[in-house]
T-cell receptor, first 114, second 114 residues
Framework: AQSVTQLGSHVSVSEGALVLLRCNYS??????LFWYVQYPNQGLQLLLK??????LVKGINGFEAEFKKSETSFHLTKPSAHMSDAAEYFC????????????FGAGTILRVKS | EAGVAQSPRYKIIEKRQSVAFWCNPI?????LYWYQQILGQGPKLLIQ????????DSQLPKDRFSAERLKGVDSTLKIQPAKLEDSAVYLC????????????FGPGTRLTVT
């Protein structure tokens, strides 16, 4: 069965500092991996995804993530945080054994301090 | 293109009452999903449709929850009777076939059961 663990339910960074949100997954077959962002009272918006090919994936708003199979990780990073990045971030996994179903982590709330 | 539409956006009911949520996916998207997002948790899949057929409803509490997608387009999720623990945001998502699993989410319906 697939599962996702996001380390840290809350992360706080200063504006301009590096953002690092951690995600580890469990999957018995090669996974597809996703990061979604959720702003208050809104649905989820896709930031980036890894399916096959290049393991460093670039997404919207300057975010990127690297798929590391040996570490079963897919951490999300951004070199310089903006106030507008404050939101909740969800890592999700999907694979062929689970159909199209997305299994989400519990989420990490990112706070950006001025 | 128009996004996934959901209504109502907010609903407050008393326990043991019934409630229904509506979702209209992006035009042409064959697959539709309903997720339940309890406060502080990631979304959890309730049911997945492909066209008007059910693909996965293994996590749907069938004694009180039901869903339909009669014409393979819009969908309705119903709860009858509601319990306090059903308080959550109900998210609808869709994707076309062969889309590398990316799902497009609606804004959600926030249900409060008192």
């Amino acid at each position: 069965a697939q599962s996702v663990t996001q380390l840290g339910s809350h992360v706080s960074v200063s504006e301009g500092a590096l953002v690092l949100l951690r995600c580890n997954y469990s999957s018995s077959v090669p996974p597809y991996l996703f990061w979604y962002v959720q702003y208050p009272n809104q649905g989820l918006q896709l930031l980036l995804k890894y399916t096959t090919g290049a393991t460093l994936v670039k997404g919207i708003n300057g975010f990127e993530a690297e798929f590391k199979k040996s570490e079963t990780s897919f951490h999300l990073t951004k070199p310089s945080a903006h106030m507008s990045d404050a939101a909740e971030y969800f890592c999700a996994v999907s694979d062929l054994s689970g159909g199209n179903k997305l299994v989400f982590g519990a989420g990490t709330i990112l706070r950006v301090k001025s | 293109e128009a996004g996934v539409a959901q209504s109502p956006r907010y609903k407050i009911i008393e326990k043991r009452q019934s409630v229904a949520f509506w979702c209209n996916p992006i035009s042409g998207h064959a697959t539709l999903y309903w997720y339940q997002q309890i406060l502080g948790q990631g979304p959890k899949l309730l049911i997945q449709f492909q066209n008007n057929g059910v693909v996965d409803d293994s996590q749907l509490p069938k004694d009180r929850f039901s869903a339909e997608r009669l014409k393979g387009v819009d969908s309705t999720l119903k709860i009858q009777p509601a319990k306090l623990e059903d308080s959550a945001v109900y998210l609808c998502a869709s994707n076309p076939l062969g889309s590398s699993y990316e799902q497009y989410f609606g804004p959600g319906t926030r249900l409060t059961v008192t």
